[in-house]
């Protein structure tokens, strides 16, 4: 007996995903940055909190430069577990020094400081005393460092966690409440509609990140302000896609016959309704996803976003942009283009998922 095939609609819709090459390789790669963003202080070489761990004395080195770092573990004794130190990063990080180099004598490690000077000759002597709280590496800075010497690598993995997460709270508040005024506009019309359009073309009529600037300014300057703030300005296009569905589909014989069995119009709205829009709903999160990227690298860029030490992308070519006139232009480059690739994969994907939900084009 041949088996019947499940050809429900977000199978269909599954099956188009997939042949799009393009959207599918932007979905890995949003997983893949997703990864990052979780697990960013096990990937990272400098897995100190905000990897803000400075080296001043080899600031702006360029990629793949080495160097002998001297570490003392001595300090910052403090307790954390393991799964604080996977989100948080390691609190008990040691302190580095970058070094020329060293000997070992009379029970004393004399180190000859970093310096780009060969004729400035720095040393330190550290007593050893039969302890074992020191070590000296080699480490390879592969992406160079900043103009503070910190590991340029580390800030952008580090970083990829505040424009990650801030599309996943932005999106989430807006369509909390995007979803809650759309569908009560949609579904009891009248004065309450004419109300929130009201309300959504005023909100509409405002400039987003003059919108953004003025929320951040009254909630204070902050990582979790941000999210709200953008979240807060997000809703409009959410809430106007849903009312229009909305009014669409309150129209069809089986939310009249739900009426007609005396369902309550939260019940038609949660179980009869929603179920039904998720498609559109699901394609303008991916946009709005891709646009609070943006809108908080751009509000990092002028100093109003994630605050320092935090490393965001948008913070990073602020510090960085002059350098391009100094021949390290890689410097705001290199979140530039993290920046663009992310907000692209989005975008693409975003493009692939209204193709393959539009079920009345195949």
């Given at each position: 007996m041949q088996k019947t095939k499940n050809t429900s609609l977000w199978q269909i819709a599954l099956a188009k995903f997939k042949k799009n090459k393009l959207a599918l390789w932007s979905f890995w790669y949003i997983v893949f940055c997703g990864f990052i963003a979780i697990f960013a202080y096990v990937l990272v070489p400098d897995n100190s909190p905000n990897a803000k761990m400075q080296h001043i004395e080899i600031h702006t080195e360029r990629p793949l430069f080495k160097t002998?770092?001297?570490?003392?573990?001595?300090?910052?004794?403090v307790n954390q577990s393991w799964l604080n130190r996977i989100f948080y990063g390691n609190k008990n990080h040691p302190l580095e020094k970058p070094i020329n180099s060293y000997k070992i004598k009379n029970d004393t490690l004399v180190l000859q400081l970093f310096s780009k000077d060969s004729?400035?000759?720095?040393?330190?002597?550290?007593?050893?005393?039969g302890k074992n709280d020191y070590k000296i590496e080699t480490k390879t800075f592969y992406l160079g460092t900043d103009k503070y010497g910190r590991d340029y690598l580390s800030r952008m993995l580090v970083g990829t966690r505040i424009s990650f997460f801030i599309g996943f709270i932005a999106v989430f508040i807006s369509l909390i409440i995007g979803i809650t005024i759309g569908a009560i506009a949609g579904y009891f019309g009248?004065?309450?509609?004419?109300?929130?359009?009201?309300?959504i073309n005023v909100t509409w009529s405002i400039p987003t990140l003059l919108m953004v600037i003025a929320i951040t300014l009254a909630l204070g300057k902050g990582f979790y302000q941000v999210f709200i703030a953008v979240g807060l300005t997000m809703w409009v296009e959410v809430a106007r896609v849903v009312r229009g569905q909305v009014m669409a589909l309150k129209q069809e014989q089986y939310i009249e016959a739900a009426r007609a069995l005396g369902f309550s119009n939260l019940r038609i709205i949660i179980k009869h309704i929603l179920p039904n829009i998720m498609a559109p709903i699901i394609v303008i999160s991916a946009a709005n996803f891709a646009a609070a990227i943006l809108i908080e690298s751009g509000l990092s860029f002028l100093g109003i976003g994630a605050q320092p030490p935090a490393p965001s992308w948008g913070s990073m070519i602020k510090d960085h942009y002059n350098y391009i006139l100094l021949g390290k232009g890689y410097l705001a480059i290199i979140p530039g283009l993290a920046i663009m690739s992310l907000v692209m994969a989005f975008m693409l994907v975003g493009n692939g998922l209204r193709d393959a939900l539009d079920v009345k084009g195949s």
């Open positions: 002998l770092l001297f570490k003392d573990y001595s300090k910052n004794k004729g400035v000759i720095k040393s330190e002597i550290i007593p050893l005393n009248g004065k309450i509609d004419s109300f929130i359009m009201w309300l």
